[in-house]
């Protein structure tokens, strides 16, 4: 009985949570268009989330390449067929670990940023002041960053692809030695168009669910230095899972 | 006071000098009671203060008076608008005609001095650059930190950001300056300048001064007239001369800060010994 009591206490407490969220979605929606009509604002924040995010996405970006270099190249010189390692790395990268690694990076980086500057403003009275100078921090603070995290977010997505192609190059051209026009020539034939289109789309839905995680977390932060902390946990934590629900949705449809 | 304002017709809203009015307003937080039958009149022109022992809802009154949130019953007039009545977007036509000074002074953090002050105007106003320079100047010189112009809000002390803050609430010349505890944690020679801003700000531009605190001293120069709050009700009203010779128990003890009265030192407990047996 205790049990049903707690599980039904935790289900009603997800409802809650997730109408909160899409109410706040549609807040920070309504808003949008009046952030972009002040556009130093989001510029500045695709500065934020996106240009100082490049390096650890190029950075892991390599190496999860450079990674799957090794891993295809010894499983496809089993079957003799090392040439399709150009195909196999880049249906890799483009279609599922460049978007959802970029997401996790980026839940991590520029999330985490998000929700604890957030939450800090909430915690100094910052944001209140903002309202007793009849600015809406939704229009002022909220949606100018949302902006910038999904605008942000396809970028480095399609930088973290390039980069995860070359990295897979490095290891398969340069160091095992695979024909270097059959590795490109493969790639180009078989990745079309649409499996692009999904790395990108994919892309954007994360960049979408990731900053407004971040930015909700943030803003409904309880204003202490514990739940600052709290809410910057819950941003990595849920923005990562809901990434990886929504990747294995994302590929369904598009499969 | 309260047969004061209860007696008042209800229509026309406000009399022409009181530009807030606060009408038998009941608020809770969680079914604890804070106010129950709360009525007071902020004069037009004059500083009001609004005192009261810790945990008496002196905050709590502000965010009434500013919106932030709506009373169970009553109603708190604004220039005789209703505060608790008003959408948003008419909440925020109010509020540019108000002016709040914070605790910690809240400035924005990322943002020079400059720039905080500049943020209100830059934010309701399309002036030119030259003439929001000119303004943002002016206000800070006021405060005695036109020099300080250029520091970010980490490298102020506690008095200096206050000072910045109320250069801000300036900014856009509201006919009501509130302040929320400004004179918490200042040494004498801030509280000094404080008291002095706030008098000049007060009666050189002819602006209406809210101030809740609880620094007796301070208030006892500074406001025109003052209101002691407690046990959810107005405990008194009046003059400061006026307060310090009331017969009521919980002012004499607040105005004279004595330990022993109706507010008692021990938080409400079980019988001591019994509890100490008890583990």
Redo the contacts between chains.
């Keep these: 009985m205790h049990f049903l009591r707690e599980l039904w206490d935790n289900v009603r407490e997800f409802v809650t949570t997730v109408g909160s969220v899409a109410l706040f979605f549609g807040r920070v929606l309504a808003q949008l268009p009046r952030a972009f009509l002040r556009p130093s604002l989001v510029v500045e924040q695709v500065h934020n989330t996106g240009a100082l995010s490049l390096v650890i996405i190029m950075t892991c970006g390599l190496f999860v390449g450079m990674v799957l270099g090794l891993t295809g190249y010894d499983l496809l010189q089993r079957f003799g067929s090392e040439e399709a390692l150009g195909t196999a790395g880049a249906l890799a990268v483009v279609k599922e670990l460049g978007p959802v690694v970029t997401a996790l990076l980026f839940a991590g980086r520029a999330g985490t940023a998000l929700a604890s500057e957030i939450g800090l403003m909430r915690a100094t009275d910052q944001l209140t002041a903002m309202e007793m100078m009849a600015v809406d921090p939704m229009r002022r603070v909220i949606a100018p960053r949302f902006a910038g995290g999904i605008i942000a977010m396809p970028l480095l997505t399609v930088i973290f692809i390039a980069i995860g192609i070359f990295g897979v190059q490095l290891v398969g051209v340069q160091q095992f030695k695979v024909d270097a026009a059959s590795f490109w020539s493969q790639m180009r034939s078989s990745v079309g168009l649409d499996d692009i289109m999904e790395g990108v789309i994919k892309g954007c839905v994360f960049g979408v669910a990731c900053s407004l995680i971040a930015v909700y977390e943030g803003y409904n932060a309880t204003p202490t230095a514990e739940g600052v902390g709290r809410a910057t946990t819950r941003t990595v934590v849920i923005s990562a899972v809901l990434t990886l629900i929504l990747d294995y949705i994302l590929t369904a449809i598009m499969l | 006071m309260s047969s004061n304002a209860t007696s008042r017709k209800p229509e026309p809203q406000t009399a022409q000098d009181s530009i807030v009015e606060v009408r038998d307003v009941h608020y809770s937080i969680g079914g604890r009671p804070i106010f129950s039958g709360l009525n007071l009149q902020i004069q037009r022109g004059r500083i009001t203060a609004i005192m009261g022992p810790s945990g008496t809802g002196k905050t709590t009154l502000l965010r009434l008076m500013?919106g932030?949130i709506r009373p169970d019953s009553g109603q708190v007039l604004f220039d005789g608008i209703d505060v608790s009545n008003l959408s948003?977007r008419d909440l925020?036509?109010l509020?540019?005609r108000?002016?709040?000074l914070?605790?910690?002074g809240?400035?924005?953090?990322d943002e020079d001095v400059f720039e905080n002050v500049a943020?209100?105007l830059r934010?309701?106003t399309d002036l030119p650059e030259a003439l929001i320079r000119n303004i943002v100047l002016t206000k800070l010189q006021s405060v005695g930190l036109r020099g300080a112009a250029r520091l970010m809000p980490a490298e102020l002390s506690g008095g200096m950001a206050r000072r910045v803050a109320l250069a801000?609430a300036m900014a856009?010349d509201p006919e009501v300056l509130i302040y929320d505890e400004p004179f918490t944690g200042l040494d004498p020679i801030s509280m000094g300048m404080i008291v002095r801003l706030v008098r000049q700000m007060n009666y050189a531009l002819g602006i209406t001064s809210i101030v809740v605190s609880h620094d007796v001293e301070e208030l006892s120069i500074l406001a025109d007239s003052s209101y002691i709050i407690a046990g959810g009700k107005v405990a008194a009203s009046g003059s400061f001369v006026e307060l310090k010779d009331h017969d009521s128990e919980i002012v004499h003890q607040f105005i004279n800060g004595l330990a022993d009265g109706p507010v008692a030192f021990h938080y409400p407990a079980p019988d001591y010994y019994e509890d100490l047996l008890a583990g």
């Excluded at chain 2, 809240?106 to 953090?109: E, P, S, V, W």
């Design positions: 500013t932030q948003t925020y036509a509020r540019r108000m002016g709040m914070f605790q910690n809240a400035l924005l953090t943020f209100p934010e309701h801000r856009t």
